[in-house]
């Protein structure tokens, strides 16, 4: 939709052009008018708008000034000038300050009224194509720059990240939600071909940098917040990354220093990751019902030995640690929201409220309801 300000220091004209031009036809709508240009500053200054349509004649601040001075203060807001015939020269300094089209207001009952905002329109529309091609293309460059292919099809792949970006974000999350899922698996850290492979698919998708930065600050937090009770040392990640090869550094380093804390340089890797892997289960399915039986399957160790190297790792038997971890959970959520103590319940994986309600006085020495009204008033 195009937003349309009016000014003309006659309210009939204004009234005029409002009720008379097929806005709707063109995608556009009036959301305000103005009798000189002052008042229309003022507008602009605490308004969106899309187009202007000005008078050139007015009190207080002519048309003249008040384009020059929107030039200035904003200068992509398409202009357009309302004006009689014999004010060509005024129509011309208005044209050479940027206006894109003007209409002659003796002319307005006989006017071609579409042609008019038909050719008003798709000046604006070609105007934000080229725009954000250039836009697109500057940034795809600085990509290309990144990803250390500068040369290499740069404006091909400007065109596409262009497509890709009219059509929604949710175009880029859907083609990087494989990679997503493998960099929040952790595999990568346990092993080396893995890692590799996922680097070499990051690489391949070729994402807009600031796109790639938010994926692997998710993963960052994603390791603090599952493994914290495993490493006692955060991983950070650097405000910006200036190449790939920095990117390519960070993971290897991130690998490296999370086997390090893990233990997993002393203990058998795969061991070790199918522990971490069974952590990850615990945090990501936290409101399903879960088994040490079923879990040691799922990260292909035998019942009795996943519950003595989880035991090892960890600290606390799989029952200790998932009880703790929910019960986590159920904290967070008295606290920081105001749902029911069943919804809490249920969404911690007790479907029992009164057995939720008796763990968690076991845990922490009073009910949840009491929990919640003891930390508020603190």
């Not at 129509?91 to 006017?111: F, H, S, T």
């Not at 960099?183 to 990051?202: A, G, I, K, Q, T």
Request: proline residues 3%.
């Amino acid at each position: 939709m195009i937003d349309v300000l009016i000014v003309d220091d006659d309210q009939l004209v204004r009234k005029g052009l409002m009720l008379a031009m097929p806005w709707d036809r063109f995608e556009m709508r009036i959301v305000g008018e103005a009798g000189n240009g002052e008042k229309a500053l003022e507008f602009l200054s605490e308004n969106h708008v899309d187009l202007l349509i000005t008078d050139l004649a007015m009190p207080v601040m002519s048309g003249i000034e008040l384009i020059r001075t929107s030039r200035k203060l904003y200068p992509d807001l398409p202009i357009a000038v309302l004006t009689l015939h014999q004010d060509f020269e005024y129509i011309q300094e208005a044209l050479r300050l940027g206006a894109i089209d003007y209409i002659a207001k003796v002319q307005l009952e006989k006017e071609r009224f579409e042609e008019v905002l038909g050719r008003i329109h798709d000046r604006i529309h070609a105007d934000r194509r080229k725009r954000f091609n250039d836009e697109a293309t500057m940034e795809s460059g600085k990509d290309a720059l990144f990803y250390g292919e500068q040369g290499k099809e740069t404006q091909s792949f400007g065109e596409s990240r262009c497509e890709r970006e009219l059509l929604g974000s949710s175009v880029v999350e859907a083609s990087d939600v494989s990679v997503k899922d493998k960099l929040h698996s952790f595999r990568w850290v346990h092993e080396e071909s893995y890692m590799l492979e996922l680097l070499d698919d990051l690489k391949t998708l070729r994402l807009p940098v600031p796109r790639l930065m938010q994926l692997l600050y998710g993963v960052t937090e994603d390791w603090n917040r599952t493994f914290k009770n495993i490493v006692s040392t955060e991983m950070t990640i650097p405000v910006h990354f200036a190449s790939w090869n920095d990117v390519v550094e960070w993971m290897l380093n991130f690998r490296a220093e999370a086997l390090r804390l893990s233990g997993g340089q002393y203990l058998r890797k795969e061991v070790t990751s199918s522990i971490m892997t069974a952590v990850k289960i615990v945090h990501d399915e936290l409101q399903n019902p879960l088994f040490a039986s079923d879990v040691s399957k799922r990260v292909n160790l035998s019942r009795s030995y996943f519950n003595q190297c989880f035991k090892e790792m960890m600290g606390y038997s799989f029952n200790e640690y998932l009880r703790k971890i929910r019960i986590d959970k159920a904290k967070d959520y008295l606290i920081q929201t105001a749902k029911p103590i069943v919804w809490i319940a249920e969404h911690t994986g007790y479907a029992d409220e009164k057995y939720f309600s008796r763990i968690f006085r076991e845990q922490v020495g009073m009910l949840p309801s009491e929990y919640r009204n003891t930390t508020r008033r603190g």
